[in-house]
Every structure is written in structure tokens, then in C-alpha cells.
């Protein structure tokens, strides 16, 4: 069974930073490209970013270019978000998910990021 | 990279159909095959039910349905049972700068 698990989340002041972690288990890791979606309180989704299996290819969505980095580990079977310079609309919660071409498969159940002082 | 556009909301009575479209442009719906729908109830993950325009995924029930024409996508939903009230989302992806893009969200009520 597919299983993505987020964690990292939390409260954070308006300048600083936090890491979330995506573990992943149940598949072929490394075979796959990952993305993280947001969903700020009572809004709709956003995509945030992906990466290649192998991590060759990162790609951000315009408003956090430049703050945040994708990264994994396959050998953790891990998939993480560092965000930098964090703003109060950066507040949402964070899902990573897995793609299978260009469709977003399977979801974890995501992780919340507030930030406010 | 803009929205694709939703209506806020639709409904129908248990058993009716309902369709929920889905607009963007020529550079991500309109450029590419690459329309999925996605479900989501409160507090929950949102779930696959389409995937390239019209495919569903297993164990999605056939009363799910989907089309494109030009820069339009449509999610249509068949025999409405109480349990598809949800909210729905469309997503496309834009290229290889741009990636991906959802669209703005529909809030689909059982009457």
C-alpha cells in the first residue's frame, strides 16, 4: 500500500524557516517524481513544486522561487520542502504527493504551516 | 500562472447529473491532455477520480466521467449519491516552467 506521511510542520514567525519531510513507503521510491501541493485555511489548491526521481529536476511555482528547495534522499525514501523567508501567506497546510506521468496518483494527508508572531 | 476557472458551487438531488466545468487557456488545459479531477472532503486528502481528460483511476465508479473541448475541461458526475458531496478540484499541467495548475475549486452539494 502506497503510504506518503508528512511531518515538519508547525508555527513559525514571519522570516524563518522550516523543513517538512515527506516518508514515503509502499513503492519504488526513487522511480518516481514528486510534488508538494498547498492549501491555505478555506482555500483552494496550489501547486508548489516537484521534482525528477533522481533529483535532476526541480521546478517552484512563481511565489516561492527563491524561498523554497525541494530536495529527497532516496536512500531515506524521503521527500522534503525547505522554506526560507517564510511570509503569512505562506500559511497552509503542505501535502506532498506522488505523480505517475503527469498525474498527481496519491496523497498524503499533509502538514500544517502557520506562520504568524 | 492564473487559476483555471471553476463555478464556486453546483448541486443536484440524489440520483441527477451534475457537470462542473473546468477553463484555462491555449499554454495548459487547451495545450495538453493532462486534465485530472480531484475530490476532496472536509479535512481530508484530496483523491484522484480523473486523470488525462477522461480516465479514471481503479475503484473510481464509472458515475464519474470526463471531456475537454479547447481550453475547457468537464467533470461530469452521474447518479449523485450523498456521498459525492465534496469539493472538486481540476488540475492541468502548463510545461515544463510552469508545471501545474489547479483550478479555483468547486463545492459540489447533494440536494
Known amino acids: 500500500e502506497v503510504q506518503l506521511v508528512e511531518s515538519g510542520g508547525g508555527l513559525v514567525q514571519p522570516g524563518g524557516s522550516l523543513r517538512l519531510s515527506c516518508a514515503a513507503s509502499?513503492?519504488?521510491?526513487?522511480?518516481?517524481?514528486m510534488h508538494w501541493v498547498r492549501q491555505a485555511p478555506g482555500k483552494g489548491l496550489v501547486w508548489v513544486s516537484h521534482?525528477?526521481?533522481?533529483?535532476?529536476?526541480?521546478v517552484y511555482a512563481d511565489s516561492v522561487k527563491g524561498r523554497f528547495t525541494v530536495s529527497r534522499d532516496n536512500a531515506k525514501n524521503t521527500l522534503y520542502l525547505r522554506m526560507n523567508s517564510l511570509r503569512a501567506e505562506d500559511t497552509a497546510v503542505y501535502y506532498c504527493?506522488?505523480?505517475?506521468?503527469?498525474?498527481?496518483?496519491?496523497w498524503g494527508q499533509g502538514a500544517l504551516v502557520t506562520v504568524s508572531s | 500562472q492564473s487559476a483555471l476557472t471553476q463555478p464556486p458551487s453546483a448541486s443536484g438531488s440524489p440520483g441527477q447529473s451534475v457537470t462542473i466545468s473546468c477553463t484555462g487557456t491555449?499554454?495548459?488545459?487547451?495545450?495538453?491532455?493532462?486534465v485530472s479531477w480531484y475530490q476532496q472532503h472536509p479535512g481530508k486528502a484530496p483523491k484522484l477520480m480523473i486523470y488525462e481528460v477522461s480516465k479514471r483511476p481503479s475503484g473510481v465508479p464509472d458515475r464519474f466521467s470526463g471531456s475537454k473541448s479547447d481550453n475547457t475541461a468537464s467533470l461530469t458526475v452521474s447518479g449523485l449519491q450523498a456521498e459525492d458531496e465534496a469539493d472538486y478540484y481540476c488540475?492541468?499541467?502548463?510545461?515544463?516552467?510552469?508545471?501545474?495548475?489547479f483550478g479555483t475549486g468547486t463545492k459540489v452539494t447533494v440536494l
Open positions: 491555449s499554454s495548459d488545459v487547451g495545450g495538453y491532455n493532462y
Open positions: 488540475s492541468s499541467y502548463a510545461g515544463t516552467n510552469n508545471a501545474y495548475v
Open positions: 509502499g513503492f519504488t521510491f526513487s522511480s518516481y517524481w
Open positions: 504527493a506522488r505523480a505517475e506521468g503527469s498525474t498527481l496518483e496519491y
Open positions: 521534482i525528477a526521481n533522481d533529483g535532476s529536476t526541480t
